[in-house]
């Protein structure tokens, strides 16, 4: 079974700075995509940053410059390094993981979610 283990959420002020981990473990072929989703107070879920195949990096217009999105592949562990955070930045982060078993089969799997707070 694979498991999706996030860490690093919490109160900072605005200006300040967070690092949001995601640890996959379990049964895992091949990572093809690690990101992260937000869904703020009263809203939907929404993209912030995706990494696919460990290179590729995709972020949200909202946190271009400010949020930086890297993959440690030996340790299957995804980080969002958030700087410069704003209110608006507040919301519960999910981690996502798309992969590969070793039966073949593309899986999606995500987080439980680990909640960043901004005060102003």
């Known amino acids: 079974q694979v498991r999706l283990v996030e860490s690093g959420g919490g109160l900072v002020q605005a200006g300040g700075s967070l690092t949001l981990s995601c640890a996959a473990s379990?049964?895992?072929?091949?990572?093809?995509?690690m990101g992260w989703y937000r869904q703020p107070p009263g809203n939907k879920r929404e993209l912030v940053s995706t990494?696919?195949?460990?290179?590729?990096?995709n972020y949200a217009d909202s946190v271009k410059g400010r949020f930086t999105i890297s993959i440690d592949n030996a340790k299957n562990t995804v980080y969002l390094q958030m700087n410069s955070l704003k209110p608006e930045d507040t919301a519960v982060y999910y981690c996502?993981?798309?992969?590969?078993?070793?039966?073949?089969?593309?899986?999606?799997?995500w987080g439980q979610g680990t909640q960043v707070a901004v005060s102003s």
């Open positions: 996502t993981l798309a992969y590969l078993d070793y039966a073949g089969r593309t899986n999606t799997l």
């Open positions: 379990g049964s895992i072929f091949r990572i093809d995509v």
């Open positions: 990494i696919t195949n460990g290179v590729s990096t």
